[in-house]
């Protein structure tokens, strides 16, 4: 791995840290609910980087974040962990299935995080009651998922990282259609 792609990397992670963390300072009405504004970085990185140094970055925030605003190993923790992860995963399947634009990706990360972190909140208080959150955190996270979405996408369009990389060591991204529209 050259230093410039390093530097990149480092660089992403710190975007995706500062954004976690703003977002948690920022009051919903909803406990648990944040904007989702660090996936943005996720969702770029998944169509510009190789799926494991998103991943890296992904995991990488999580613990960090975790162990600034104090939540390492604890419901929260999990709950981030669990929904960063599974979030993650769908991200990943639907950036390469060719049908779906980085918007539509987008809305479909923000929904399995949200089903991620309830399902795991159902775990750790051993109750279905937190079910019950689940029609307000969809509507929720479709609205966080088209605005990360719409946001990624208009860096792409744009992305210098891409013109970085491509000048490191020769076009290493598949072409992929941005602009496609839901």
């Known amino acids: 791995m050259s230093v410039k792609r390093l530097a990149i990397l480092s660089l992403l992670l710190s975007v995706a840290i500062v954004l976690s963390y703003l977002e948690s300072l920022i009051p919903m009405f909803i406990p648990g609910v944040k904007l989702g504004l660090a996936n943005v970085v996720i969702l770029i990185m998944l169509y510009e980087f190789k799926f494991y140094e998103a991943l890296l970055i992904d995991l990488l925030r999580i613990f960090i974040v975790s162990l600034i605003i104090g939540s390492f190993l604890n419901p929260v923790f999990f709950m981030s962990l669990t929904g960063g992860m599974l979030s993650y995963l769908v991200m990943l399947i639907f950036s390469r299935i060719k049908f779906f634009s980085v918007v539509g990706t987008s809305i479909l990360g923000a929904i399995s995080h949200?089903?991620?972190?309830?399902?795991?909140?159902?775990?750790?208080?051993?109750?279905?009651?937190?079910?019950?959150?689940?029609?307000?955190?969809?509507?929720?996270?479709?609205?966080?998922?088209?605005?990360?979405?719409?946001?990624?996408?208009?860096?792409?369009?744009?992305?210098?990282?891409?013109?970085?990389?491509?000048?490191?060591?020769?076009?290493?991204?598949?072409?992929?259609?941005?602009?496609?529209?839901?």
């Not at 860096?155 to 072409?175: A, F, H, M, V, W």
């Open 114 to 182: 949200s089903l991620g972190q309830i399902i795991i909140a159902s775990i750790l208080v051993s109750s279905d009651l937190v079910l019950y959150y689940l029609p307000f955190i969809l509507l929720l996270s479709i609205a966080s998922g088209i605005l990360s979405g719409f946001i990624a996408r208009l860096y792409l369009k744009r992305s210098p990282t891409r013109q970085i990389l491509d000048n490191i060591n020769g076009s290493i991204t598949e072409d992929i259609d941005i602009n496609k529209e839901e």
